[in-house]
């Protein structure tokens, strides 16, 4: 394990500095746990990118009509009051405890409670229902997979939902 010192030769060459000043404080780094850190975050940051599912609400019914998109890490809730308007609610899949959906013979209604989140549960209403039983799926087994400690990042897209869907399905669905 190799150990060095930080010093930002980009920064401090900026300022003038050609090596670091004699009174600085200088802190050992471990570089081997220097780069995993960073290509956990680098992976971390590219799966938190892909898109796994975006379903909106029906537009007759929802004349704003609401939005939840689900990535590897969060689920955001795109609520449309008025037009160009938006109020974005972003909750961390380790931070939801629970995923609903009341369906109806036409429609569905998906409600997310966030564990320790201050305000009631994020309810979007009139979503197809399909689509509303395939975001809850998919949500549930993001919350097996991360409660686990499995890392996504070598699973490959077309798999990742069919996957996350059988591990979150109810034996209803």
Do not use: W
Request: proline residues 5%; positive net charge; hydrophobic residues 40%.
């Amino acid at each position: 394990m190799k150990k060095g010192l930080v010093f930002d030769r980009r920064r401090d060459v900026h300022q003038g500095l050609r090596s670091p000043p004699k009174d600085a404080r200088l802190f050992p780094v471990s570089s081997t746990g220097y780069f995993s850190d960073i290509s956990r975050f680098d992976s971390l940051v590219s799966g938190c990118r892909r898109m796994l599912l975006r379903i909106r609400a029906l537009f007759p019914f929802d004349l704003f009509p609401d939005e939840v998109i689900i990535d590897e890490c969060k689920v955001s809730v795109v609520f449309h009051e008025f037009f160009f308007s938006e109020d974005i609610h972003s909750i961390n899949i380790e931070m939801i405890r629970d995923v609903d959906i009341e369906t109806g013979p036409f429609f569905a209604k998906l409600q997310i409670v966030p564990d320790g989140y201050p305000s009631k549960p994020l309810v979007v209403r009139y979503l197809k229902k399909r689509d509303a039983i395939r975001a809850r799926s998919i949500i549930q087994g993001l919350m097996v997979v991360k409660r686990r400690n499995i890392d996504l990042g070598k699973v490959n897209d077309a798999d990742l939902v069919d996957k996350l869907e059988m591990l979150g399905k109810t034996h209803k669905d």
